[in-house]
């Protein structure tokens, strides 16, 4: 049997857990840890609702690949009955916990994380890249250094292959590394190219003037991934933010939240960058943290009680203020939620809201929208077919709508759904959510 102790368990006593648009409490960190599970597993009535939110279910058709088999297998395994496809089972789950929003008997998603938590590290690696570059992923100048070759590459293969080289190369892994590596424009001046193109309109334009003093100081929480690869991004966020009246204030010595090390079985690193931004953000205690990263969010709420209390994502920030009105903007715009944003924090009516605000905007909404599109950080690194099926999958889903233009606001789901867009709807553009807000304030003027 699988011993379970407590001091393994993913969930420390206190600490919040998501429910759809609620947060709840579940602590499970306790001696009588397995007893515990037990009646926590028998929330599970077994009736199939979770599957059609599953994507490892929807890809696989497997029921061992789903929150009920898996949930099985948890039970059995309390019971002194297990195999190796226990591991496999958890160590396949992506954690987007798009089953505990779904689910009517309240199951958290803690269970399924027990599961995952045994699982790490005793699979065998199925990375795409090799071990010692998925461990240093978490670093901002190794993703840097990722960026700047995957453009090269890139622009190398757009001139060599032409725009649809990604089709051309389907059955080329390296492509799909290079085509699921999260990009948006650097300069200013590129993103407002590529809007106006699409918008099919010409002219100056100018930064708006900031409110002062209209919003209350908060930190901001770049992330790895963001500042790394995104760095545009990054920046453009921050002036959104003092475009709205904050005052920014950094915490120098942040560094990556953990969410790569935890989900890759690495809890000691976890750990030790968990320890690095407390102290970082600890000169701040009572500002919010705000961040556009969904999984840097909720990995900073996970933190202890505190940090869940101060984290924000930034279009809960901004919806909550008045952002300026420019032009405007004549597109249908289809919406990517990220799970740790929807299902993780409860956070997806704000987008809308801001979207809303943008005259000439039509916002539009995919099927199986609160499916999971199959990145999951590492785990599209050490699953790429499954994950290549699942973003091919979101990248038809969101083609279908008819958008002129898709827009997500997480590193990991930015780069899965271009890899899968290039693949079924390769004219079919995915941008940060925050550069279109960004682009939708700017003040236009004629030539």
């Known amino acids: 049997m699988y011993s379970i102790p407590t001091d393994r368990c993913p969930l420390p006593p206190g600490c919040h857990r998501a429910q759809g648009p609620q947060r709840r409490r579940w602590n499970v960190a306790t001696p009588e840890l397995e007893q515990d599970l037990e009646q926590l597993l028998r929330r599970c009535v077994e009736c199939g609702l979770c599957l059609p939110h599953c994507a490892t279910w929807l890809a696989t058709g497997d029921e061992v690949q789903s929150p009920r088999g898996r949930l099985v297998l948890l039970g059995a395994s309390l019971a002194g009955k297990h195999d190796a496809s226990f591991l496999e089972a958890f160590d396949a789950c992506i954690g987007c916990r798009a089953c505990e929003a779904a689910c009517p008997g309240g199951v958290p998603f803690t269970l399924l994380e027990m599961g995952q938590t045994l699982a790490a590290g005793r699979v065998n690696d199925r ?37 649809h080289w990604r089709r051309r190369l389907a059955r080329w892994s390296p492509a799909r590394l290079l085509a699921s590596t999260p990009r948006a424009p650097l300069g200013d001046g590129a993103l407002v190219r590529q809007l106006d193109a699409l918008c099919g309109r010409s002219g100056g334009w100018r930064c708006p003037d900031a409110v002062p003093g209209t919003g209350d ?20 966020a921050r002036q959104l933010l003092g475009w709205s009246g904050h005052d920014i204030i950094e915490a120098p010595g942040q560094d990556c939240c953990g969410a790569l090390a935890s989900h890759s079985g690495r809890p000691g690193r976890a750990a030790d960058l968990h320890r690095r931004n407390r102290q970082a953000l600890a000169a701040t205690p009572t500002m919010a943290v705000v961040t556009e990263a969904a999984g840097c969010g909720l990995e900073l709420r996970e933190y202890d009680d505190h940090m869940a209390s101060r984290v924000q994502d930034l279009t809960v920030r901004l919806a909550a203020t008045s952002l300026p009105v420019g032009a405007e903007i004549p597109l249908r ?62 990248g038809r889903l969101l083609a279908a709508t008819g958008a002129d233009l898709v827009v997500s606001s997480n590193p990991g789901c930015l ?27 700017l003040q236009r003027r004629p030539d």
């Open 127 to 163: 990375a795409a890249v090799p071990g010692f570059v998925l461990r240093r992923l978490d670093r901002r100048g190794w993703l840097t250094a990722v960026r700047r070759l995957s453009t090269v590459a890139v622009s190398t293969l757009r001139l060599v292959l032409g725009s």
């Open 217 to 236: 100081p908060v930190v901001f929480f770049g992330g790895c991934a963001n500042e790394g690869l995104l760095p545009g991004t990054a920046r453009r």
């Open 333 to 394: 715009v289809a919406i990517h939620d990220p799970c740790h944003l929807r299902h993780g924090q409860g956070v997806w009516q704000e987008a809308r809201i801001l979207l809303g605000r943008i005259p000439g905007l039509e916002v539009l909404e995919p099927q199986e929208a609160e499916v999971c599109c199959g990145s999951g950080g590492a785990w599209g690194l050490r699953y790429p077919e499954m994950s290549e099926e699942l973003g091919r999958r979101k």
């Open 415 to 441: 780069g899965q759904i271009a890899d899968g867009l290039a693949l079924e709807a390769p004219d079919l553009a995915i941008l940060p959510l925050s550069d279109l807000l960004w682009y939708a304030s």
